[in-house]
């Protein structure tokens, strides 16, 4: 089963910074959109960023200005840098693989708080 492997949350004091990653096979990372979106148990999934193959994003307005999705197309992987973390950006965040094939990772957990 193809699996994206994302990199380990954690807690973070609000006004902090946290970097995730996600790795994937080369035949699903190569031909797709990439994408974090996030949960937590009274939110319905949302997206958070997306990149285009081409290296287009689309971001939440609620993030706007303090995450950054980027892509390393020679490691197949996607980041997100998380900047000015604030304790509604508690959630479990989900990489996501969109295109050809419709691929989640496992969920990280991230937990913003003094």
């Known amino acids: 089963q193809v699996q994206l492997q994302e990199s380990a949350g954690g807690l973070v004091q609000p006004g902090g910074s946290l970097r995730l990653s996600c790795a994937a096979p080369r035949v699903i990372f190569r031909f797709q959109t990439m994408g974090w979106y996030r949960q937590t148990p009274d939110r319905p999934r949302e997206l958070v960023a997306t990149?285009?193959?081409?290296?287009?994003?689309n971001y939440a307005d609620s993030v706007k200005g303090r995450f950054t999705i980027s892509r390393d197309n020679a490691k197949n992987t996607v980041y997100l840098q998380m900047d000015s973390l604030k304790p509604e950006d508690t959630a479990v965040y989900y990489c996501?693989?969109?295109?050809?094939?419709?691929?989640w990772g496992q969920g990280t957990q991230v937990t913003v708080s003094s």
């Open positions: 990149i285009s193959t081409g290296g287009s994003t």
């Open positions: 996501n693989a969109n295109g050809l094939t419709n691929t």
